[in-house]
């Protein structure tokens, strides 16, 4: 079974869902109380939020930069997160779920093409986030690392989350998927690697029409449910 789909979390309508942070606690400003006369200590979750902060900003994510700012030694952060990959992996994947559970919310048709629906809006966001495209630039060919390689935190995050989608939906509506939801989730998310990242120049391709197209075929949608209509040429 795939890990279940965080609750959407409102923001303000005036701003992009795919660009706005959800965290508990603003940076800097720790959830846990220390005792009387003694500041707080940051937590791992502020960490979390002061990264997500500069993420969506698109910021480079310095270590020494967020261990000054919330009175950490970098040690203590590596501790927490293992390395600058896996916390920028962790924001990135939470961020994911995010935008995959508010696109479901907002879509009302339900089957397979209520899925395609869902993957097609996630894909469109992604391909205009702004946050995306400066940790490209930022990266480099380590962002592609970070967005799909199965070893990193963000892949197998986003498998989970389009697994429980499909999940979901067998059990809301009666889809029957074509192949197992987890082998099925795996092949729409590298689908969306190849026609969304491009891997020579570290850069956007944004290729989501058809991406639409082939995603399609994979839920199960006859391709006659899904050609676009064509302009008859008038007869001269």
Request: hydrophobic fraction near 40%; charge should be positive.
């Amino acid at each position: 079974m795939g890990t279940a789909i965080r609750p959407e979390t409102q923001t303000p309508a005036s701003e992009p869902a795919s660009e706005r942070p959800v965290t508990a606690a603003r940076p800097g400003q720790s959830s846990r109380t220390g005792r009387r006369g003694r500041p707080a200590t940051a937590s791992p979750d502020d960490v979390l939020a002061l990264v997500t902060a500069l993420y969506l900003d698109g910021q480079r994510v310095d270590i020494t930069v967020v261990a000054a700012r919330l009175g950490l030694g970098r040690a203590t952060i590596y501790r927490w997160f293992g390395s600058r990959e896996a916390l920028l992996g962790e924001v990135i994947a939470r961020q994911l779920e995010l935008l995959v559970a508010r696109k479901r919310a907002r879509v009302q048709r339900h089957g397979a093409a209520g899925l395609l629906d869902v993957l097609d809006r996630v894909n469109q966001t992604l391909t205009r986030s702004q946050a995306v495209r400066r940790l490209l630039e930022h990266e480099h060919h380590g962002a592609m690392r970070m967005l799909t390689s199965s070893a990193g935190v963000v892949e197998p995050r986003a498998v989970a989350c389009i697994q429980a989608l499909i999940e979901e939906e067998m059990a809301l509506s009666g889809y029957e998927p074509p192949a197992d939801p987890a082998t099925l989730a795996f092949a729409l998310v590298h689908l969306r690697h190849a026609f969304l990242w491009n891997d020579a120049t570290s850069g956007v391709r944004g290729d989501y029409e058809r991406l639409r197209a082939v995603q399609a075929a994979l839920l199960g949608i006859p391709s006659t449910a899904r050609r676009p209509r064509t302009r008859t040429r008038k007869s001269t």
